[in-house]
């Protein structure tokens, strides 16, 4: 058995997150109407804090349904948060149950709900303002400080490895789609799922590829579309980035981003731009990047309407250029406790939905960050 003394002296370079659960701490911040439900004693929904440790969210989901003897279904949150980590955020459970549950495992998963008010609608996907982020950092280089002058304001907005997979191709089976290449798109994501090499697009026929497309869950589905958009985004950003100012390079699973090197005018982090999608228009200096890097791939706004998969059909829609980070506080840099001879970084800060904390530790630490595998 591998002990923590001689893990920690395998690993010998770069940025490690989520060392331990209590490393990544995530604290949802919901919207007013879930904040609102705290105050209230009748509806059709209760409305939980769930806290969760060392736990993916589907799993937690399928633990509480057992435990309260109800449908999946029933239970409802706004949004999946990281496996390895500390997390709090509201869900909401059709009916009246009352119950405060604390379901604990061997493998240190653990899972606390509380009901604290109710609504009369579940909470959806994307029913949050912010999230919160208490993240420390390992296995840093004695030589490593803070960039001086770093401008919290000036982080692309880029989508990260999460959005990829870990395999890194969701935007390929994403594209696949698009073109209508639903056998390869088939194969590819049973490939996925089966962690298997061997792929043979001859053996499935396209009406049984699109009928097995149909048959995946609708939000991993729609997961692959939306790869694909991020992807063309992602590219598009780093290519007006490369254009535009002293940049550095990181590398990700689906290729390399540019972040901004220098200090840049007042104002620049307001700006907003189309994702790829049904109804896109090219609006300004970086919507036309995001236009020609359609065009290497050769796709168009109505490619995105996908007839066959209608379900899976992507709109354009607007997206942030940079990261708004909020109330960020002034990180920590001391001695590594688990590393020897390293030092640590402690981050608190927020964010808005849908961006990266992964992306902030890529611009401080001009490098990206790993998992260290335990």
Known sequence: METKQNMTERQTEGPIIKFNAEDFQVNEMPEEEVREARNRSKGKYGVFLLEKRNIDMMRAVRWIASELRIPQKFISFSGTKDKKALTKQYISIKGKYSRELELRKKDGAYVRVERVGFMDKPISLGDHDSNEFKITIRNLDESFSIPEGFN????????????????????????????????????????????????????????????????????????????????????????????????????????????????????????????????????????????????????????????????????????????????????????????????KLILDFGLGKGSYATIVIAALCRRAPVELKR
């Open 152 to 343: 919290w304001n000036s982080i692309p907005n880029y989508f990260h490895n999460q959005r990829f997979g870990i395999q890194g191709n969701n935007h390929v089976i994403g594209e696949r789609i698009i073109r209508g290449n639903y056998k390869e798109a088939w194969m590819l994501a049973k490939k996925q799922k089966s962690g298997s090499n061997a792929v043979n697009v001859e053996e499935e026929s396209k009406e049984n590829s699109i009928n097995a497309l149909r048959g995946i869950n609708r939000k991993l589905a729609g997961l692959y579309v939306s790869a694909f958009q991020s992807y063309i985004f992602n590219n598009a950003i780093a290519e007006w980035i490369k254009d535009s100012f002293n940049h550095f390079l990181v590398d990700y699973n689906a290729g390399e981003l540019a972040f901004i090197n220098e200090k840049v005018k007042k104002g620049i982090e307001n700006q907003k731009v189309m994702l790829p999608g049904f109804g896109f228009e090219s609006k300004g200096e970086i919507g036309r990047y995001i236009q020609d890097e359609m065009k290497k791939l050769d796709i168009g706004p109505r490619d995105f309407i996908i007839r066959q998969l209608p379900r899976l059909s992507a709109e354009a829609v607007e997206r942030n250029v940079f990261i708004d980070v909020k109330e960020a506080k002034k990180p920590i840099l001391d001695k590594d406790e688990c590393f020897k001879g390293k030092k």
